[in-house]
C-alpha cells in the first residue's frame, strides 16, 4: 500500500479555491486500490473524518494573519511525522501543495528521509510577484521557493511554463521535475437556461444572455484589470463588461476608479462575487466572451473553466495562457489600443468562426486536462515512484 499524505490545501469537502477543488477531484475519482490518501484539512479542531472514502485530518491553527498558511503547513507537516512513526507505515509519500515552508523544509525533510518518506512539492505559481505583498514578504516567497526546491525529492509542476521556470533559475541544484496539469470538466452546466435562478440574476444586473463579455478572477492588479477595463471603455462594442470578483474594501477597486472613472461607462458591470457553482457555469457558458488578463504563473484553474464553457476566450499573451489556450483561444498584448481593437473584432466574428474557436478549446481540455487523465497521471506517479525503488 503507497500511503500518500497531501498538505498546503485547506482541505477537503473543497469550498474553493485551486488546490482544495484538486484534492478533492484526485480522491473522488481514485481508481487504484494501491492508494491510500491521508488530507489535511484547516480547522477548529484536530479531528479526524472520512470523505470521498479517504482519510482527512484536522489541524488546529491559531489566528496569526498573514503567517497562518505557513504555520499551518508546519504543524500538518508534523502531523504526518507522527502518524507516520506511530503507524509504522513505510512506502509514504508526503505531498506539499505550494512553497510556503522552505525556511522550515530542511528540518523535517531529514527527519522524513530517516523514516524512508519521500517528499514531492507542488511549486504552484510566482507567489513573490504577488502584488498584494510587501517588499519583505515577497522576499520571504522567493526564499521559502529556493529552499523547497533545493530540497525536494520531486517537484510536480501543473504548468511547462513553471517546469522550464523552475529548471532555469534554480538550475544549480539540478531539481528532479516533472509536469502533471490542472484539471477540468466539459460538461454543460445542469442548470436550464430559463431557470428562475438565472433569469432573475440576468434582471438583478440588466445583462442579456450573449450580450456580454465577462472576467472572473481576484480583484488584484497582476490580474490586469486596469487593462482590460480601459481597453473595453476605447473599445466601440455594444456589449457590457460583467466582472465577477469580490471588491468590497479593495483599495484597489478605489484606485481604479479615479484612475479610469468606469462608473461614468455604464457597460462596465461590477457584480459581485457568485459562489453557486452551477449559477457561475451557466453565467460563462451564456457570456459572448471570457477576458482573461492573469499573468503570474501556472496553469490558472479560472481560465481551464472558461475554456471548457465559453466560446470565445480573449487571453493576455504570456507564456502560462499561451500553453493553456493554444489553438482554442485568440490572444492580446498590452499595447495600448491591441485589446480595444481585439474586441472590436470579435464583436463581429461569424457564428461559424466562434463554433470553431468553442470545439478547439473544448477539444484541448478533453485531451490535456479532463480530470480523469490528471488522477491517472498521479496515480501511476505516486505508484511507479515507489516500484522504482523509492521509498
Not at 193 to 214: A, I, M, N, P, R
Not at 273 to 300: P, S
Request: net charge neutral; proline share 2%.
Amino acid at each position: 500500500m503507497r500511503n500518500v499524505f497531501i498538505i498546503g490545501s485547506k482541505g477537503i469537502p473543497a469550498k474553493y479555491g485551486g488546490f482544495e477543488t484538486f484534492v478533492e477531484y484526485l480522491t473522488k475519482m481514485k481508481v487504484s486500490e494501491e492508494i491510500a490518501y491521508h488530507v489535511s484539512c484547516m480547522a477548529e479542531d484536530n479531528k479526524e473524518f472520512y470523505h470521498n472514502n479517504v482519510r482527512c485530518f484536522n489541524v488546529k491553527v491559531p489566528n496569526i494573519g498573514s503567517a497562518k498558511a505557513v504555520l499551518y503547513d508546519i504543524l500538518s507537516l508534523k502531523e504526518c511525522l507522527n502518524y507516520i512513526k506511530e503507524k509504522k507505515l513505510t512506502n509514504s509519500i508526503v505531498y506539499v501543495l505550494a512553497c510556503r515552508i522552505g525556511p522550515f523544509f530542511a528540518k523535517h525533510k531529514r527527519a522524513l528521509e530517516k523514516m524512508g518518506v519521500q517528499v514531492f512539492v507542488n511549486p504552484d505559481g510566482h507567489e513573490w510577484k504577488r502584488s498584494k505583498w510587501n517588499y519583505y514578504i515577497r522576499q520571504y516567497w522567493k526564499l521559502s521557493e529556493r529552499l523547497m526546491v533545493k530540497h525536494a525529492d520531486l517537484l510536480v509542476c501543473d504548468s511547462k511554463g513553471i517546469e522550464d521556470y523552475i529548471q532555469k533559475d534554480y538550475q544549480r541544484y539540478s531539481p528532479k521535475t516533472t509536469f502533471i496539469a490542472y484539471g477540468a470538466t466539459v460538461e454543460e452546466a445542469p442548470l436550464s437556461s430559463t431557470s428562475s435562478k438565472l433569469t432573475e440574476w440576468y434582471q438583478k444586473h440588466g445583462v442579456e444572455t450573449s450580450e456580454y463579455y465577462l472576467i472572473v478572477g481576484r480583484f488584484v492588479p497582476e490580474n490586469n484589470y486596469e487593462l482590460m477595463i480601459r481597453e473595453f471603455m476605447a473599445s466601440n462594442s455594444k456589449k457590457d463588461l460583467v466582472i465577477i470578483s469580490n471588491v468590497e474594501q479593495n483599495s484597489f477597486y478605489e484606485e481604479l476608479l479615479k484612475r479610469t472613472n468606469f462608473n461614468q461607462d455604464s457597460r462596465i458591470k461590477f457584480v459581485g462575487t457568485v459562489y453557486d457553482q452551477e449559477l457561475l457555469q451557466k453565467i460563462r457558458e451564456q457570456a459572448y466572451g471570457y477576458l482573461h488578463g492573469h499573468e503570474v504563473g501556472g496553469t490558472n484553474p479560472s481560465l481551464l473553466e472558461a475554456l471548457a464553457s465559453t466560446k470565445l476566450n480573449l487571453l493576455l499573451e504570456v507564456v502560462f495562457n499561451k500553453e493553456v489556450g493554444a489553438e482554442g483561444a485568440v490572444y492580446f498584448n498590452k499595447e495600448p489600443g491591441n485589446l480595444a481593437k481585439l474586441i472590436n473584432n470579435t464583436d463581429v466574428y461569424s457564428d461559424e468562426h466562434i463554433e470553431c474557436l468553442s470545439k478547439r478549446a473544448k477539444q484541448r481540455i478533453i485531451n490535456d486536462y479532463s480530470w480523469k487523465k490528471i488522477v491517472h497521471e498521479y496515480e501511476t506517479l505516486f505508484l511507479e515512484t515507489h516500484k522504482q525503488g523509492g521509498a
